[in-house]
Structure formats: C-alpha cells, structure tokens
C-alpha cells in the first residue's frame, strides 16, 4: 500500500533531538559531546586500524557494533555540547539582486513544480532569504502574473522589520516580503555556513514574540492571477470603462471576512491589491462577481486565481514548521584555550569526528559532564638515575610504538601503544592502544596497559633530540596523587590525576551511544590552530 513520512514527523523528530539536550518533562538531561580521533589514519600495522590509501578515497564510516568498538579505541578527546551549541537549519538563500525568488505556496507537488527551482515540496524550493543585515524574510509574492508566470526577478533587498508582508524599495518588481527574525550575532558566528543558516533557539521569545504574536490563523496574503480574462468593465453611475479599480470581492471558502480589491486594464485582470486577509482559511477562491459601493463588475470571461493559504496558525505563527526545520546543526570549538588545553592534543593529526551521548566517568559510576575530557592514558617520564640526559632532551615522536616490558603480568608479556603527544617540559606522554594489538603474537596476544611499579622498565621509542640515538625514559613512580606540575615557576594544569606516575582516561571505554561518525583527510593540529566542528544532521 502506498505510504509516506511526512516532512511534519521529520521536524518533530528535529525538535524531539533539540529538547533532549535540556530534558523532556521528567526524562534526564542527556550529556553529548563531539569527539575528535583517529590518528595516523594510514598506519596498517595494526589491524582493524588504518587504511595504506586513507585520503584517496576517504573511506565510509561503517555503522556496525564491531567498528563501533574501533572508534572508541581511536578516540582521542571530547568537548561537550550544550543547549546553545545546537540549533536548527535551514539552506542559506541569500537575497542577490536580479535572481528570481520562488513564493510560498501551499501546494507545490510532483504536478504543481516550484517556478523557478522546480522542486517538488516547498522546502526544497527557494521561497525565503537572508538580506546581508542576517534578516530572514518569507518571500509571499513574487510578482507571478501571467505575463510572468514564473515570477519576476527580485531588483530591491528586503530590510524593513514589519510584522506584515511589505514591498522592498519601490516594489516595481512585484515581491512582497514577510520579515521573520534577525540572527543573532552569536549565532552567525557558530551556525552561519555558505550552506546553512540557524533557526530561533527558541521561536516565540522577545526577541520574536512580535513576530509570531502577529500571525492570525487562516490569513489570506497573496491572490495569485492564474489567468487575466477579456471583456471585464466597471459600471460606476451607468458608466462603463475596461480600466479601472474595484473593491469588495470576497474570499469564499471555511474562513471568514477576507476581500481583495481587483485591478482592470484594457478589460483584462492585471493585478489584486488591497488584501484583507480575513481568518480561518484552509481553502478558499475569489468570488469574481458583483463589487461595493457605486462601481460593479460587468462580467467578463476566463478570469483565474489562486488564492494562497498559509501554514497552520498563519505565516510567522511556526517559524520550524514554516521554514522546515527537520535538520540540527552541531557546534564545537577546539581552541587550545587555557581551561580546555590539557586534554587535547598538539603535533598529532587527526581523520574522525564523531558524536557521542552519555558517555561516563572513568570509574563507570556517572554521567561524563566536564567542558572537555580525554579517552587517553598519560603517563608521567623521567630518565633513570643512571641516564645521561634530561627529560627535555628526549623526544617520543607522534605516532611512535612504545612498549614497556610488564612483569607483573608474567614472562613474556608487553604492553604496546602509540604515542598520542609527548611534552618535554612537563614529561607527560599520552598513548592510544588501538584493540589490533591483542591479535599480535609478538606481544603474546594481549593488550596490556602500562605502569609503574619498582622494577621500573623504560618506555621504548624515545630518542635524543641531538642526534637521534636511543634514549628511553621510565615512569616517575613518586609522581603521586597529582594534577598538576610546575614548570618555570608556573603551575601546569595536566587535565588528569597522576598515581604512580600513570593516569588514567576520563571516561570509560564503550560506555555511552556513538550516534554520528565523520571520516576525513588527516587535520594536524598545532599550537596556533583552533577547530570549528558543525555537525548536520538531517531526519
């Protein structure tokens, strides 16, 4: 049997996503963060890991429980996702002078195209702008007559703020505009793409509430002329005349009090105006007989029109409904700053964003709900008492295999990891352990972590800076109990706590719903870069 989702169950669906980021009703507030990761995204010598070609082409993300696994294992650090980090979408149509605009109707469909995109549903079709002033504006006619049928081109930016629809410049070129909001300046700055501009957070609020309180149910504001006819007069005290106005024609239809007056040139319809929009409309037509006053219509023939019914609660009643809000832009900003800097990550690169929703603590006891975290392990490095360098004279370049031999864990046995980012003047490491290291005989098929205890052993892959000879570092077993360090006399916050000269992550492996995953060409992040994630996501 034929059947459809509707567009309305998509953007209920939007709005359902939105309000889980604040609680619905009893329901708890959901924690989501963004995630960057995947380092060195071409390295094969793990498995299930990287790919030799990664870049060429970028591989699709696979939507399965194994990877899901996988993408935890590279995940590097998280910042958190607030309430005012997301927002609805829309296509970004910007006003541009001579482009022809289509209008809002009602009844767009696979038989009925847009004029001018051709689209098949009004939300594919290009019926609103934004002015350069970040305006938003419902385009509720754009001159279609039959002379034009497929509109007129736009010749006057829109930027007045009235609550009803209202010429831009001279209005020659026929287009009336419906103002609906500005966007905020804090918007434009986290939603605002060549593609894509933000929706209200919240419609309805002081900074819309005239808007939306303006809206009648029901209201006519556009009569389109389908076909102009022939033969039409205006009787005004016996006297006849093929050009001329007349008023008092009313909107039939389920509504009430709405009339148009009808302009006659030569004998032919030429335009309406002086729309009384009336109320309750769902479906209307234009009674083309009789007038008011002293003039009355002598009929003619073949006269047309289309009377435009707007949205449920009348146009600017639902900014989300109106505009087909049914996709959810996500922000973060990865900026280095003093606060967030100790869980990221310096002088590695990375392939994946990624989307995750309630992830937990650590300890596995509760929700994750700091500004940022990190999914790696640190270890704090020292030399050995015997060594003849300095910790700052050793370098563990990004991405290089380390190892410690664990004897805790019996003969044999060696804990493996990539070096995630190395800091010379604190001695912090941070490693990733992608799960393909337990598949490896050479490390006795485990994935052991590492640690600190008396015997001490080096962590491989160090090398002097001078002359890149082997120089291991070993843990610095009194680094006890401690978040930060100082360094030139300055306290450094290191994001984690130390025991034993090890921390652990902060948040639990594979606790939390992956919901969005974003392969792309490896990103290497420096000192001086900052990044903008904006996530969209269409239902």
């Known amino acids: 049997m034929p059947a459809i989702i509707t567009d309305q169950y998509r953007i209920l669906n939007a709005e359902t996503f939105i309000d889980s980021f604040v609680g619905i009703g009893e329901n708890r507030v959901n924690n989501y963060y963004s995630f960057l990761g995947h380092p060195n995204p071409t390295n094969t010598q793990v498995s299930n890991y990287g790919k030799s070609d990664w870049g060429n082409p970028i591989p699709d993300p696979i939507d399965a429980f194994d990877q899901e696994n996988f993408y935890y294992d590279s ?28 209008m809002y109707r009602n009844n767009y469909s696979p038989d009925n195209r847009a004029p001018q995109s051709k689209s098949t549903t009004l939300y594919e079709s290009r019926y609103f702008v934004v002015n ?54 804090s918007d434009i700055v986290k939603f605002v793409t060549s593609t894509y501009i933000p929706l209200p957070k919240k419609w309805g609020d002081t900074a819309t509430a005239a808007v939306k309180d303006a809206a009648v149910d029901g209201k006519i504001e556009t009569v389109i002329i389908k076909n102009g006819g022939s033969g039409y007069k205006i009787d005004t005290a016996g006297i006849s005349t093929d050009t001329g106005s007349i008023s008092g024609f009313r909107i039939s239809g389920d509504g009430k009090d709405g009339e148009v007056t009808v302009n006659i040139s030569g004998g032919k319809v030429e335009s309406v105006s002086g729309i009384v929009g009336g109320s309750g409309y769902t479906f209307a037509s234009i009674k083309f007989e009789g007038g008011s006053g002293e003039k009355t219509l002598l009929q003619g023939t073949d006269a047309q029109f289309e009377v435009v019914i707007p949205p449920k609660g009348g146009h600017g009643a639902d900014i989300y409904r109106e505009l087909g809000g049914f996709r959810v832009m996500l922000y973060s900003k990865y900026d280095n700053n003093v606060d967030d800097a100790p869980d990221y990550v310096l002088g ?16 596995g006891n509760a929700l994750l709900n700091t500004t940022t975290a990190t999914n790696l392990s640190s270890l704090k490095l020292k030399p050995d008492s015997l060594a003849g360098f300095t910790t700052s004279q050793v370098s563990y370049e990004p991405n290089t295999l380390i190892t410690q031999t664990i004897s805790t864990a019996g003969i044999g046995s060696t804990a493996v990891g990539y070096v995630a980012s190395w800091n010379p003047d604190t001695g912090i490491l941070k490693y990733y352990q992608p799960v393909g290291f337990s598949t490896q005989s050479l490390y006795s098929h485990k994935k052991l972590d590492f640690e600190g205890n008396n015997n001490n052993p080096p962590i491989t892959g160090g090398k002097l800076v001078e002359d890149g000879s082997t120089a291991n570092l070993i843990v610095d077993t009194s680094f006890n109990d401690k978040k930060s360090i100082t360094v030139g006399g300055k306290s450094v916050d290191l994001g984690q706590t130390f025991n034993l000269g090890k921390a652990n992550p902060e948040i639990k492996k594979y606790s939390g719903e992956i919901i969005y995953i974003d392969n792309r060409a490896p990103i290497t992040r420096t000192t001086s870069q900052k990044e903008e994630v904006k996530i969209v996501i269409e239902f």
């Open 132 to 185: 350069s002033e970040f305006n938003v504006y419902l385009c509720t006619d754009n001159g279609q007559n039959p002379d034009n049928e497929d509109g007129q081109k736009s010749l006057f930016e829109p930027t007045h703020t009235n609550t009803v629809p209202d010429i831009a410049g001279n209005g020659s070129d026929g287009y009336m505009w419906k103002y609906l909001y500005t966007i905020s300046p």
């Open 348 to 363: 590695n690169d990375f392939s994946r964003v990624g989307i995750i929703k309630n992830p937990l603590e650590f300890s």
């Open 75 to 102: 995940m590097l650090f998280l910042k958190k996702i607030t309430e005012d980090d997301v927002r609805r979408v829309v296509p970004r149509n910007d006003w541009q002078n001579g482009t022809r605009y289509d």
